[in-house]
């Protein structure tokens, strides 16, 4: 009975700090999303360079091509996979002075804009919101998830940054400890979830 408090415990205590990390850390979040949709927008509204263009098609050909054969539960785990990479580059990449998770906002809201507008050319504009619709659930979890990875990743920069000025590293050691926290506790979690969701709705389509 004892172990099963302590372990309530340290899950509860965990996700609260986890979250309160999160919620000191709101405006490097709220700017990574800022970033992704500006980009979104930019892909949509304007014309995509032609090797920007042929380097994205490439990309998702790749996925399309990886993703055709796995069933339910390969397909699942290589999304899952695909999206905790992401996330950790998005994430501890950031100590490379937030440079990396400024170019992951850029180029995967440049990516996901070049997407729909495809969607649309192709299918109409009520054909393409429709296909973009279906795939919303999983995006419920998997856009916060990548959303709270960035923005802890541009912290951890600006934490060295500030480290290195001071040549104090007490500052980046901590917040490299509450973004793993976060890591551990609530990102992996959205994207179990977000994995299971996606599987499911490629399979049934």
């Known amino acids: 009975m004892k172990g099963k408090i302590r372990k309530q415990d340290f899950l509860g205590r965990n996700l609260i700090d986890s979250w309160k ?47 055709f054969e796995l069933n339910d539960i390969t397909l699942i785990a290589f999304i899952f996979n695909n999206n905790i990479g992401a996330s950790i580059v998005g994430l501890f990449a950031g100590l490379f002075f937030g440079i990396i998770p400024l170019i992951f906002a850029i180029s995967n809201g440049y990516m996901l804009g070049y997407v729909i507008k495809s969607l649309i050319e192709n299918l109409g504009m009520t054909g393409g919101i429709l296909s973009l619709w279906r795939l919303l659930p999983h995006g419920i979890f998997e856009l916060p998830a990548i959303f709270v990875s960035i923005g802890l990743g541009l912290r951890l920069g600006f934490s060295l940054i500030i480290s290195l000025n001071n040549s104090n590293f007490r500052i980046l050691w901590a917040d490299l400890k509450n973004s793993l926290r976060v890591f551990i506790f609530i990102i992996i979690p959205l994207l179990v979830l977000a994995a299971i969701i996606e599987g499911s709705l490629m399979i049934l389509l």
């Open 21 to 67: 990390f999160i919620e000191q850390n709101k405006k490097y979040i709220y700017f990574s999303i800022a970033l992704f949709f500006l980009f979104i927008f930019l892909a949509i509204f304007f014309p995509v360079p032609s090797e920007i263009e042929k380097a994205i098609r490439k990309i998702l050909e790749q996925i399309l091509f990886k993703t």
